[in-house]
């Protein structure tokens, strides 16, 4: 199966500024990577599909690069609704998978 | 709106059985793929299993295959997730998922979630 390893664990951020997060795929999956954004007792919400579209009603701070084996989630001007855990999925090869998440906490 | 709605979660004792169903509202049920995903307490995301549109093909993580069966009733609008031999490690939030795209448009990743399930497995 796929692995997915996302870095870093935990990013702590103020609000304003920009965040980075990183997945990296263990064999190439072309763009068919997602990111997800989960708050606490809430159900994930997918913020970018096929590595770099936006779904529909996310803020355009939000964007996605990459392809083949390495993906990054920017998150240009961090809001106080942003702070998050965010996870990356992988569409590519069954079983579909998901990174560990990154956690985005408030310094 | 997209609208799904999980039931039948609950505490079941290792080695016992349990159905989740989820009730899908607001779209053409009949154009899109589901999926089960869960998380157990203070984890990350697992995928486990996948079912087509006619509920004629399925997939499942290698974790849940042979205890896990995943099914539909298009007449229901309905998606199950039928749970037998349950272990503590099954304790989790069980989330029914669908695809963001119907299969004409290309399926698309897992893109609406449920707002999930609770599933306790003890004694």
Redesign the interface.
Known sequence: EVVLTQSPATLSLSPGESATLSCRASESISS?L?W?Q?KPG?????LI??ASNR?TGIPARFSGSGSETDFILTISSLEPEDFAVY?C?Q?SV????????TKVEMK | DVQLEESGGGLVQPGGSLRLSCTASGFNFLKYWFHWVRQAPGKGLVWLARVNTEGSSTTYADSVKGRFTISRDNAKNTLYLQMNSLRAEDTAVYYCVRDLFDVLTGRGPPGYWGQGALVTVSA
Do not use: I, K
Not at chain 1, 42 to 46: F, G, S, T
Not at chain 1, 94 to 101: A, E, I, R
């Open positions: 068919f997602a997800y989960q809430q159900a994930p919400r997918l599909y096929d779904a996870y999925q569409r069954w079983p579909l998978t998901f990174g560990g998440g």
